[in-house]
């Protein structure tokens, strides 16, 4: 159940008694207490001003109680959610490999029009035999880019060590499907005001995953996007498999904005346009689409990263896509 309450009332004796956590708003506090409570003590019908009875713990990202979708600003420019049918385009290599090549990836980013920049610095790897990531010297790169070429960087947190190196460098924190449940990093997250896009664990259902966000939403950070990029299921001829039946789920029961990685879930370059084009159709807030240079020289994915050539004509396709279902790529 969610509560809004006055700000006269006696907030910790309340947050005590409903087992909550609170938020402050401008003219009143927010108490979340577990959606198993129903119903207002009648001791405190005169501090509440208004309650949401839950049916199940996704409650700040639930429509019952903010239908509209929760807008993000990143920048003047750069807005999605709310009601601006905007679908943003995110791009960049898996990796930062070296300082020349996300150079010429956050050129190209200008050149495309696109505005925000990805890349990792810490990867969560499945081998420890295969490149890990440049770390801090990578983050170092990545705001040389943003300061040279006027980019926003999205990149990714791996586990609770680094956090705080990645909230101080990037401008929109990315926590990755193997970190979903990373309770050291949600906590971080949640108490800073930058957005972050937290991805789908490959083997969560999507309750979990929106259990994940509330983490997050009830320190206080609204800033949340949702990014689903595959689910593992028997299949293996693909890496894994997209849950666009999920993100109907998604976009009908919660408020938050829905991101798309195809690159992950397709595991191969020849299926990520075709990919990305069914994941706008779908009306979806923002996509997240891995470019190289050269994919075959990259360190790590390299079999699904586009290279320069394949982006520019699936980004040239896409306008009218989002056109016919009411969107704009920005």
Known sequence: MILHVQKKANLAALQDFYRAYAIEEKDYYVLITPSSLKE???????????????????????????????EIKFSDTLTIGGSTNHTMMITGPCSVESEEQIDQVAKFC?????????????????????????????????????????LKIITEVKDATHVEDVIEFADIIQIGAKAMYDHG????????????????????????????AEFILSGGNMNVALCERGIRTYETKTRFTLDLCGVAYLKEHTN???????????????????????????????????????????????????????FSALKNSLDKVAESVGRKMI
């Open 110 to 150: 200008v050149e495309q029009g696109v505005q925000v920049l990805r890349a990792g610095c810490y990867k969560p790897r499945t081998s420890p035999y295969t490149f890990q990531g440049l770390g801090h010297k990578g983050l170092i790169l990545l705001a040389k880019m943003r300061d040279k070429y006027g």
């Open 256 to 310: 938050l904005p829905i991101i798309l990685d195809p690159s992950h879930a397709m595991g191969y370059a020849y299926g990520v346009a075709d990919l990305t084009r069914a994941c706008v159709a779908m009306g979806i807030d923002g996509l997240l689409i891995e470019t190289h240079p050269d994919p075959s020289v990259a360190k790590s994915d390299a079999s699904q990263q586009l290279n320069f050539e394949q």
């Open 40 to 70: 207002v003590d009648e001791s405190h019908q005169a501090d509440i001003i208004a309650s949401f009875p839950m049916d199940s713990d996704i409650q700040l990202a639930s429509r019952k109680y903010t239908y509209t979708t929760r």
């Open 185 to 212: 990093i949600l906590r971080a997250c949640s108490k800073i005001q930058k957005p972050i896009v937290l991805k789908r664990g490959f083997g969560s259902t999507l309750q979990e995953f929106v259990q994940s």
